[in-house]
């Protein structure tokens, strides 16, 4: 069995917040919790936060996770033109790879039009996690050109809700499982003026849940994987 935590690093809620309580607050709950339960995760910064909290970036490295770009300023790549799409990502890779090795992309809002790979190819990102299953696509992970495409499984809310109701969608998901989280989700929002699917059990409450998946799927004896990891799976598949 394979799982995957994720986490998309960004300023809080966009596009209805500009705050970074998620920053200050929710990511090193984050990184305390990994670190409790031994599971290697993959970030995807914006470059903006990685430029306003580089400690949080240099912390993610040093505790052996994985980097990923989130594009600059979460600009979704939907609304750009390709060469505005272009300019944004090369500019998140110029500042996240000051940090370190950068080899996968998570596109904001999970809208991602596939001319969008060859980019990527072009700019060295060998993993793309952009597609997702819950919105449609099935043509599970597989390559296109030379980046290796792992979709997410289900909508971050999920490891929100009771742990008696997500236990049944986890059960019902098809390999790999990955899922994605922001790190505004682990401080409380019920009081921002934001969708109620973005605020409902936010906190210490998302804490817990999010523990409670981990330790899930640790009982049955899952393999945590990074977006790099995948990426040498299906390298070795390919050469036998």
Same mark, same amino acid.
């Given at each position: 069995?394979?799982?995957?935590?994720?986490?998309?690093?960004?300023?809080?809620?966009? +596009?209805? =917040?500009?705050?970074?309580?998620?920053?200050? /607050?929710? *990511?090193?709950?984050?990184?305390? %919790?990994?670190?409790?339960? #031994?599971?290697?995760?993959?970030?995807?910064?914006?470059?903006?936060?990685?430029?306003?909290?580089?400690?949080?970036?240099?912390?993610?490295?040093?505790?052996?996770?994985?980097?990923?770009?989130?594009?600059?300023?979460?600009?979704?790549?939907?609304?750009?033109?390709?060469?505005?799409?272009?300019?944004?990502?090369?500019?998140?890779?110029?500042?996240?790879?000051?940090?370190?090795?950068?080899?996968?992309?998570?596109? +904001?809002? =999970?809208?991602?039009?596939?001319?969008?790979? /060859?980019? *990527?190819?072009?700019?060295?990102? %060998?993993?793309?996690?952009? #597609?997702?299953?819950?919105?449609?696509?099935?043509?599970?992970?597989?390559?296109?050109?030379?980046?290796?495409?792992?979709?997410?499984?289900?909508?971050?809310?999920?490891?929100?809700?009771?742990?008696?109701?997500?236990?049944?969608?986890?059960?019902?998901?098809?390999?790999?499982?990955?899922?994605?989280?922001?790190?505004?989700?682990?401080?409380?929002?019920?009081?921002?003026?934001?969708?109620?699917?973005?605020?409902?059990?936010?906190?210490?409450?998302?804490?817990?849940?999010?523990?409670? *998946?981990?330790?899930?799927?640790?009982?049955?004896?899952?393999?945590?994987?990074?977006?790099?990891?995948?990426?040498?799976?299906?390298?070795?598949?390919?050469?036998?």
């Amino acid at each position: 069995m394979l799982i995957s935590i994720t986490f998309d690093v960004e300023h809080d809620c966009p +596009p209805y =917040l500009t705050t970074t309580r998620g920053m200050e /607050d929710g *990511l090193p709950k984050l990184l305390d %919790l990994m670190a409790e339960k #031994k599971v290697r995760a993959t970030f995807f910064f914006t470059a903006e936060m990685a430029r306003r909290f580089p400690e949080l970036v240099k912390r993610v490295i040093d505790e052996g996770h994985e980097l990923g770009s989130h594009n600059y300023n979460h600009e979704r790549l939907d609304r750009l033109t390709r060469a505005e799409g272009e300019r944004a990502i090369v500019k998140s890779l110029n500042v996240l790879r000051e940090f370190g090795e950068v080899l996968s992309f998570r596109a +904001p809002n =999970l809208q991602f039009p596939d001319y969008y790979y /060859d980019i *990527l190819e072009r700019n060295g990102i %060998l993993v793309d996690s952009s #597609k997702a299953t819950y919105k449609g696509y099935r043509r599970g992970v597989r390559f296109f050109g030379d980046v290796l495409e792992v979709p997410a499984s289900t909508t971050s809310s999920v490891i929100r809700l009771p742990w008696r109701v997500q236990k049944l969608i986890h059960a019902r998901l098809k390999e790999p499982r990955v899922y994605f989280a922001h790190p505004w989700e682990f401080v409380p929002m019920q009081r921002e003026k934001i969708r109620w699917d973005c605020k409902f059990n936010t906190g210490d409450k998302a804490v817990e849940l999010l523990g409670r *998946l981990i330790d899930y799927y640790k009982s049955r004896n899952a393999k945590f994987l990074t977006m790099r990891d995948y990426y040498e799976v299906c390298q070795k598949l390919k050469r036998k």
